[in-house]
């Protein structure tokens, strides 16, 4: 049983980590981020509350996260650990989530960040199954396609340059610091996200293992 938190900079490959090492390591992936893209496609009451915030790159409100997290957290497949991935964002939500749950581990993702830069605009998803590719490191097989499904590849809202700036200046001034936070509780491990999404999985592993 392993209670992980991700943290790093939007773009940095938390989200493409977390789905595989969630898969190897049969816990589920928690990202709130996903999680309110949803609510966003449902027009859900929270997802419509959502959906400005989340376009302009900036936070949804912490009590709205709070709810969609808290519900998923408390379903069954969650009882045996998981990996939380984009929360907590701040370190308002750091003091939530410790009402909520115990964390044994808690990664930190770094890149410089003209890659981050490029890995954010050059992201392409599956509306589909979630998927997510590269134009320039990891392009689908067939252009414009989803490799598993075939549905056309789009880019997220929040993908666009505006929106991408806005991102990683919140991630600055609101999320690095949470860092600090873990890093005085002794859970903090840092790893060096550049390379393939293999090399730096092999390293994520030495580091929850
Ligand atoms: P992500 O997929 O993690 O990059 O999240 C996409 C967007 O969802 C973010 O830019 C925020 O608008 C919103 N979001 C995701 N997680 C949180 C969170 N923990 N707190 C506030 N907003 C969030």
Same mark, same amino acid.
């Given at each position: ?126 509306? *589909?199954?979630?998927? @997510? /590719?590269?134009?320039? !490191?990891? &392009?689908? =097989?067939?252009?414009? $396609? ?19 700036? *806005?991102?990683?200046? @919140? /991630?600055?001034?609101? !999320?690095? &610091?949470? =860092?600090?936070?873990? $890093? ?26």
């Amino acid at each position: 049983m392993v209670r992980v938190v991700f943290v790093g900079p939007p773009g940095v490959g938390k989200g493409t980590q977390a789905a595989e090492l969630a898969r190897e390591l049969r816990i589920p992936h928690l990202s709130t981020g996903d999680l309110l893209r949803a609510a966003v496609a449902a027009q859900s009451p929270l997802g419509r509350q959502a959906e400005g915030h989340m376009r302009a790159g900036g936070l949804v409100p912490d009590d709205l996260v709070l709810q969609i997290l808290q519900e998923r957290l408390g379903r069954p497949d969650a009882a045996g650990g998981f990996i939380l991935d984009g929360f907590p964002r701040n370190p308002a939500q750091a003091v939530a989530l410790d009402r909520i749950t115990p964390v044994d581990v808690v990664v930190a993702f770094d890149l410089p960040s003209d890659v981050l830069e490029s890995r954010l605009v050059n992201r392409r998803v599956c509306p *589909t199954c979630q998927s @997510v /590719y590269n134009l320039l !490191t990891q &392009p689908p =097989r067939v252009a414009g $396609r989803c490799d598993r499904d075939g549905t056309e590849l789009v880019q997220r809202p929040d993908d666009r340059p505006e929106a991408v700036a *806005t991102r990683l200046r @919140v /991630y600055a001034e609101q !999320t690095a &610091p949470l =860092r600090e936070l873990y $890093r005085a509780r002794g859970l903090l491990r840092a790893v060096d996200a550049r390379g393939t999404p293999d090399e730096v999985r092999a390293r994520v592993r030495r580091l929850i293992d």
